[in-house]
């Protein structure tokens, strides 16, 4: 996002809010060079920037990071660098009191956002029919706490909200009147912004708090709520109606989850009350698609923390979903459907199993564009992916979870499209079209005196997306004095097309060849000592078979390598540090971590008979990308891992003995890494950090990690065997809920419960791809959670909590007076 800074409002203020668990997200500010000038990088809910900018003029937000589809909202706000106050002052006390309107934040009033240095009040009126009021007091806790509360007209608190957390919220009914919103507490001059709005004190819609009473919305087929929102106070249930021939309930819940999380499920009478489907997400809104088993009444079920969530609920009955599309049996790639004479038309499909279908691409038209529309329902996922048949076998192309590709593929042929994800009956429409090929974002660059200006962007990938080879692409990089050294690195898919790749520089009036790449490898590697500090050139060329490539770039010190860590010297293989005595070693247990200034060689010797050798690397890829290659005595390469998500694998089946030798490389960033390695039979593949874990007595223990998500800890976990988690469940907070997230098409997962005694507690199995468990345990202690399943390698998250149940008392008592006080 673009911004303005006015000069004398210097100091940027920048709230980012989002729900981690769905996907966590970074931001960043950049000036108008492209330089990160600030950001911030947590792993919980929310980011927050409060920054003093070195001048006014135009800026640039970037919202990243896990890329999710999370949903966010974005604030900023400038103000002066040497404000102190806002410009609500004086309200420190309820007789200065600001009046604010309803149903506007304070960045609306033209007054900008509040600044918490001392007490602030605010008057409202609340009218009659109007008596629900609902504050939003919108802060971060990087600043210092606040808390909120209501004061009634004799400045007497009526309600309020004391968390620790990121922002408080009110929602209460009162009487009609004037009242006085009260911000306060910590005092350390955070930002804030603060909205009210009052309603009904209830909808319409009651009293349905039981099924016996539900409201009848058995005429408002095809409409949402027709009078007006509901407030999810306690309990609401709704009556409609399935007609003959149309068994099959669409339900859609609309809501803000910042309001308060809300759930809905659909029953049916059957001599007793029979659940038939729900929705659980912990975003906004909730879906539910599903056949019923006959006509007549059901029941819809909206419930949750009884916050006063303001919602929406729309339905309708439709015509059930036949079992199987015409296009079957498509179930495997020999047997795809051809969609050749069907272009630019739209192909209803049913997703009950994989589907694959093909279509020939011609030779002046190699750009294809496929699109599978369908609905994003929880456990209605619909994934596809596009596969070339190069006269023997399908070679991967690209996939996507999004509803469309467009993409040039590498010639003409016949193209495969498989289609795959939850197989439930869902419906989705395939649309395909062959065109003329298209270029970057990067065009017109085909001269050195058209290259493309990437001086701004050091140190990091094409900032615009990724280039296509359909011609030269040239780039203009600049080396900075005392940086006469240039590291290249160009990542793409050979099999799509050969790249190679070449540095170039003016030398006295003649265009000079400096360095290239030239391997069969899915990337080329550049790094060589320049003659002087200036603008150098950057050439990436092929087989202009428009095969999409990414590039990075960066100029360091000639000087900078060796001395990072405590196995150098080691830049050569000559040189390389011997690990053979550490076998099943991690680098943290031999001398600390290794640190990737430059390349760094390791060696180690195996003997006869090893089934199995495994190399492992892990890292932050945040802070630079390193990979790993293997060689044997002789300099052939055995193995090579150059993903981007912090960790390199490579497996080794049946090795000859003899010394073998491994690569570390990079972006030479300096960042930390640990490397493994292991001739002991161990395929780490099926595993993770959390073994060894496949019995109750060896239990990970999660004990300290309450609301956080093991991709927050040590990364997701691989279902490949049993899993076994001990959690510690405190006094009064016997009620335990675990929740389970992974991609059923990858393999079904099983949760379970256990105590201490190893008797099974509770369950969950289901056919979706988030599970949960919610059981209030008859003491506290410790208890086990239990991962089965196919044992198919497939990767999960895990997270838990303990809630309280007891609010009688707490685990101090009986300190009732002095006497008894707890020591």
Known sequence: YQIFIS???????????????????DIEVYNSSLSVIVGDYSVDDNEFIDYVLPS????????????????????????????????????????????????????????????HSDDDYYQIYISPGNERLKVDLIFSQVRGDMDIEILNSSYIPVAGSWTVDDNEFVNVVLPSGIYYIHVYYGYYGGFYNLIWHSGPPDDLYEENDFFGGAYDLRPWDGYWLPYGPAFQVDHDWYEVWLDPGEERIYA???????EGDIDMEVYYYNGSLTWLAGSYSPNDNEYIDVTAPWSGSYYILVYGPNLGTVYDLYWEDRIPLPPEDIYEENDFWTDAYDISGNESTYLMGILKDDDWYKTYVDWDETRLYVEVSHSFLPGQNIEFEIYYYNGVSLDFI??????????????????????????????????????????DSYEENDFEWEAYYLVPFAASWLPFGLGIQLDEDWYEVYLDPGEERIIAELNFSHSQ?????????WDAGFFTLLAGSYSYEDYEYIDVLAPWAGNYYILVFGDNSGNYYDLWWEDLSPGAVGGDDQYEENEVAAEAYDLTSYDGWWLTRIMGEG???????????????????????????????????????????KGRSDMRDGHELIELINPASGMYYFRIYGHDMGNWYNLYWSAGGLVFYGDDFYEDNNNWDKAYGLWDDEKTWLSDIAGV??????????????????????????????????????????????????????IRLNFTVGDWGEFFIQITGDNAENEYDLWWDDIRTDFGEDAYEQNDDFINATD
Do not use: C
């Not at 000069?7 to 997200?25: A, C, N, R, T, W």
């Not at 467009?406 to 649309?431: F, K, R």
């Open 252 to 258: 859609e819940l609309s809501f803000s989850h910042i």
């Open 398 to 439: 690209t996939r996507t979870n999004d509803y469309w590709i467009d993409t040039n593929v590498p010639s003409e042929g016949w193209y495969y499209i498989h289609i795959y994800g939850d197989n439930a009956g869902n419906q989705y429409y395939l649309w395909w079209e062959d065109s003329t090929p298209y270029d």
């Open 7 to 25: 000069p004398g409002q210097e100091k940027l203020v920048v709230f980012l809010m989002f729900s981690h668990e769905m996907g966590d997200i």
């Open 497 to 505: 097309g050969n790249i190679d790749m070449e540095i170039w520089y």
């Open 56 to 115: 006014s003029g135009l800026y640039y937000l970037k919202i990243y990071y896990q890329n999710n589809g999370n949903k966010y909202n974005l604030l900023w706000d400038a103000v002066s660098p040497s404000i102190t106050d806002d410009y609500y002052e004086p309200n420190d006390g309820p007789g200065t009191a600001y009046p604010l309107v309803n149903n506007t934040w304070l960045t609306q009033t033209g007054n900008g956002l509040g600044i």
């Open 717 to 770: 976990a691989v279902q490949g065997d049993e899993d076994w988690y001990m959690i510690e469940v405190t006094p009064h907070f016997r009620r335990v809920v675990v929740e389970l997230e992974f991609n059923f098409s990858q393999g079904d997962i099983n949760l379970a419960l256990y105590n201490y005694n190893n008797i099974l507690l509770a369950e969950n199995t289901t056919n979706k791809n988030e």
């Open 595 to 637: 640190r990737q200034f430059d390349i760094d060689w390791y060696k180690f010797n195996i003997g006869e008979g090893v089934d199995n050798l495994v190399i492992e690397l892990n890292y932050n890829d945040r802070e630079g990308d390193i990979n790993i290659e293997l060689y044997d005595s002789n300099s052939v390469l």
